[in-house]
């Protein structure tokens, strides 16, 4: 069984490509799970409108796949709604957001 600490760690290499930061440092990892041997994960993105919501998609699925060599489900999610809050601290620094 592989652990939702496991997914995120994988993750951390995917990135944002507007930003180029780490879609788990962004906040944008909403769950992560496995799921009757399935990976399942829920991201956002940090606007609705923002065109790159399939290429980070791609990079979860191909990252999680060549990782844990399972099938891999990523959905896209609005609600919650993102916010900076959402962010690790060393993304807000990185963006210049107030800690």
Do not use: N
Not at 73 to 90: D, G, I, K, N, Q
């Amino acid at each position: 069984m592989v652990t939702s600490e496991e997914i995120l760690t994988a993750l951390k290499v995917v990135q944002d490509p507007e930003l180029g930061m780490s879609i788990v440092d962004l906040g944008l990892v909403y769950r992560a799970e496995e799921v009757d041997g399935d990976l399942e994960v829920d991201f956002t993105l940090t606007y609705p409108g923002c065109p790159l919501g399939a290429q980070i998609e791609e990079d979860i699925v191909d990252r999680l796949a060549r990782s844990f060599h399972k099938s891999v489900r990523a959905t896209l999610v609005f609600l919650p709604p993102w916010s900076p809050e959402r962010m690790s601290e060393e993304a807000r620094v990185g963006l210049g957001y107030p800690i």
